[in-house]
């Protein structure tokens, strides 16, 4: 049993990491056609244009509200195209007048290629719409939007920490035509967060109004080439988060409701409409452009937009998925981090490093405090189960013995039986428990594969440096020590660990420390810390359990029938 549970562990943390690494999901086929938003403008990509990059055939114009004319003055407007920056302690963003739409939104606090993380795509072609382009149900109206200079009520802010609001507003030359955006920044305290407000009317009338965010999340490639970073559309639907791969909006783009949240997430970043309990419908269309100076290359994006049936008033959350901000923001909205399986474990796990972190200071070293105190809890059953692998391996001659009097028998005889029943007996006799050493092992599986999904998924690890050559503990190791200590303290520990395996199968596990290396040499230098450590404190376990209970006494040969004493 030993030898099963132990090959089910190895095998199943090797499928993680290969999983992990290897089997990032696919760049989606190029379909010829998908769906389309029945609000979607006409500065909006249809579905082909969106996967190939192409210009898209714009609808015929309509009757628009405005008059038509070079001479026409819209009598609400400003004089020119030109950017409104905004500056937070946390965010930069740029707005530009025409339209009244998104240039650029930077995190300060998280880099890229050195620079502060950009989330609008930079590049994209003029008819893949900008963040926040107003449309509506209409199409002569919306290409009037898409091109009208909004007024602004301020040339600039600078918030700092403080709540601020910048307005845009059109009104064309006929006086029919009304549209109005306003943008509340930082709302209660939440700095990540944009509440926005849009409107259209014509005539007094109110028109559905649809929010384009256009391509996200980020520039969708790694300016230096350090991270992968695929996009999927997230939601949460009735409670249920669901993550849509490009492959599958590809089938089914548009989604109608009560949904809590819905946008478009990386590994580290999200970007997505938190509409609580108002009813939207949200169009995802995967998009698929070369790389910027490398056509070899190409990123993969979503766009999305949002649309109900009046004039809309939601929140929009653009920043990192960290635990305590996405929670300040929507309990819901921490079902955007992809924990895994093991998520009920994963979330204790992050808070109690964030704790630890609390107190040092340091990530790298709150991994080491974090491995010690866990090893620390779950001490008794590793001890428990080192005590009775030590007992198995002493009864081992004795086992052999039995083996051996009975292999002339096969599997099927009826005599089989007995030799389990001598097996049980032994066990019986020597007060051994053969589920007792697999038990407590298997338990601890549990907190190691959190451990693993914690520090793989956690952007609290991006960018945050050890000591030394390590900088950015979610990056693996530059120079590749740790991933080697770790391999050499792992062939450590299985050397002082007992075994019941035979000779054969010992020397095969006994390759299992190079296959761990060879896999961790690309993980991300925060895992590989903590298996080393948690391989350190096993082999100074196995240690203090020798101390405290000894070598196992082994009994005496059984000596051979018809021999006699000395007289």
Avoid at 239 to 255: C, H, I, K, M, N
Avoid at 275 to 293: F, H, I, K, S, W
Avoid at 522 to 535: E, H, K, R, T
């Amino acid at each position: 049993m030993e030898k099963r549970v132990f090959l089910a562990f190895v095998l199943s943390f090797i499928v993680l990491a290969v999983y992990q690494s290897v089997f990032a999901p696919n760049p989606p086929a190029r379909p010829a056609q998908a769906p389309a938003s029945a609000a979607s403008a006409p500065s909006t990509p249809s579905a082909a244009s969106a996967t190939t990059g192409q210009p898209a055939e714009t609808a015929p114009a309509s009757n628009a509200p405005a008059t038509t004319g070079e001479s026409a003055t819209p009598l609400v407007a400003d004089a020119r195209a030109r950017d409104i920056i905004v500056e937070t302690d946390l965010v930069r963003a740029v707005f530009s007048t025409a339209g009244a739409t998104l240039r650029s939104w930077t995190l300060k606090r998280y880099l890229e290629g050195g620079q502060p993380l950009e989330f609008v795509p930079k590049d994209l072609p003029a008819t893949y719409p900008k963040p926040f382009t107003l449309s509506t149900d209409d199409p002569a109206i919306s290409s009037t939007l898409a091109t009208a200079l909004f007024r602004p009520s301020s040339d600039a802010l600078t918030l700092g920490a403080s709540p601020g609001t910048l307005s845009f507003e059109y009104r064309d030359a006929s006086g029919r035509l009304n549209a109005r955006k306003t943008f509340h920044f930082q709302p209660d305290g939440k700095p990540y967060i944009v509440r926005v407000e849009a409107s259209i009317d014509v005539g007094g009338t109110s028109k559905p109004v649809t929010l384009a965010w256009g391509p996200a999340v980020g520039l969708g490639y790694s300016p230096d080439g350090s991270r992968s970073a695929p996009v999927r559309g997230v939601q949460v639907v009735g409670g249920d988060v669901e993550f849509l791969s490009a492959s599958s909006l590809q089938q089914q783009g548009r989604y109608e409701g009560n949904l809590r949240f819905a946008g478009v997430e990386d590994h580290y970043f999200l970007c997505a409409v938190v509409p609580g309990t108002e009813r939207v419908a949200v169009q995802y269309t995967p998009v698929t452009l070369p790389v910027p100076g490398d056509s070899s290359r190409n990123r993969e994006l979503i766009a999305y937009e949002v649309t109900v049936p009046g004039a809309l008033a939601v929140p929009f959350f653009m920043g990192p998925k960290d635990f305590d901000i996405l929670r300040a923001v929507d309990g819901q909205l921490v079902k955007a981090i992809d924990f895994g399986m093991f998520d009920f474990l994963v979330v204790p796990l992050l808070l109690a490093l964030k704790w630890v972190n609390g107190y040092i200071g340091n990530y790298g070293w709150s991994i080491v405090a974090l491995t010690v105190l866990i090893n620390l809890v779950i001490f008794p059953l590793r001890h428990r189960s080192m005590v009775s692998m030590k007992k198995m391996q002493a009864l081992q001659p004795e086992m052999k013995a039995i083996q051996d009097r009975y292999a002339k028998y096969k599997m099927t005889d009826p005599e089989r039986q007995k030799m389990n029943q001598e097996v049980m007996a032994l066990y019986r006799q020597r007060g051994v428990n053969p589920a007792s050493g697999c038990l407590p092992m298997l338990l601890t599986l549990p907190v190691l594969f959190a451990f693993y999904a914690m520090l793989s998924a956690a952007i609290e690890l991006r960018g945050a440096p050890f000591f030394g050559w390590i900088h950015d503990l979610a990056r693996h190791d530059p120079l590749y020590v740790t991933p080697l200590l770790m391999g050499l303290t792992q062939f450590w520990q299985m050397r002082m660990t007992p075994s019941t395996a035979d000779p054969i199968q010992q020397k095969m596990f006994m390759m299992l420390p190079v296959v761990f290396t060879v896999s961790f040499l690309w993980a991300p230098a925060g895992l590989v810390v903590y298996w080393f450590v948690s391989n350190l404190l096993a082999i100074g376990q196995q240690y203090v359990t020798n101390r405290i209970i000894g070598q196992p006494v082994r009994p005496p040969k059984p000596r051979s029938a018809g021999a006699g004493s000395r007289s």
